[in-house]
């Protein structure tokens, strides 16, 4: 049973232009969100996270939205540039005692921005 | 960037010969993960270590087995590979309290 979910496998977006990557989860004691993003033949990189505490969380160009109520979260990036080209996965994670954070990834979405 | 390095980075054997993989850290982080990425399937994670000695299974745990007998040091072994196990495998270290993990580059692992 997958708990977290990108049922996007892919998505492609012009240069300039916002792109939205989706993530839903089923399990609600996850309180914690990542995203990664991961380019071929590199380990993923991490981008951005949030709290469930909060509804909004916002670096430079990416943001990322949680819906609690949804059980949904997603990541904005504007504009979109074609370095952002890669494979981006959403994680979630129940409160890791110390600093274990164990986390359940979603499938991916393989994002191409078009120059 | 953290301190991970994976050996080997790529590795060709047979089914049913012994592998070892090996994480190497030089940020003196506790807890440590292997993942393996398939297509399809995302990241899923295999066993995880919260310290020397000290080790769990993750949703992935069937035919592997790990070592950390130093802080540095976390081997995922496959005690007899099958073509299943063919994969890209990740190790990862957890950054200090801020929920994130840092990925190694990752060892690409071809069962014939």
């Known amino acids: 049973d997958q708990q977290v979910k990108q049922n996007s496998p892919s998505l492609s977006v012009q240069e300039g232009r916002i792109s939205i990557l989706n993530c839903d989860y089923t399990?609600?004691?996850?309180?914690?969100f990542l995203w990664y993003k991961k380019y071929p033949a590199e380990g993923p990189t991490f981008l951005i996270s949030?709290?469930?505490?909060?509804d909004k969380n916002e670096d430079g160009r990416f943001t990322v939205f949680l819906n609690k109520s949804a059980k949904h979260l997603s990541l904005h990036i504007v504009p979109s540039q074609p370095g952002d080209s890669a494979v981006y996965f959403c994680?979630?994670?129940?409160?890791?005692?110390?600093?274990?954070?164990?986390?359940?990834f979603g499938k991916g979405t393989l994002l191409t921005v078009n120059p | 960037d953290a301190g991970i390095t994976q050996s080997p980075r790529h590795k060709v054997t047979e089914t049913g010969t012994p592998v070892t993989l090996r994480c190497h850290q030089t940020?003196?982080?506790?807890?440590m993960y292997w993942y393996r990425q398939d297509p399809g399937h995302g990241l899923r994670l295999i066993h995880y270590?919260?310290?020397?000695?000290?080790?769990d299974k993750g949703e992935v745990s069937d035919g592997y087995s790990v070592s950390r007998s130093k802080t540095e040091d976390f081997l995922l072994t496959l005690e007899s590979a099958t073509s299943s196990q063919t994969s890209v495998y990740f190790c990862?270290?957890?950054?200090?309290?801020?929920?994130?993990?840092?990925f190694g580059e990752g060892s690409r692992l071809t069962v014939l």
């Open positions: 990862a270290i957890s950054g200090a309290n801020t929920g994130e993990l840092f």
């Open positions: 940020e003196n982080h506790r807890y």
């Open positions: 270590s919260y310290g020397v000695k000290d080790t």
């Open positions: 949030i709290s469930s505490i909060k």
């Open positions: 399990n609600s004691m996850f309180d914690y």
């Open positions: 994680a979630a994670s129940v409160g890791g005692g110390g600093s274990n954070y164990k986390l359940t």
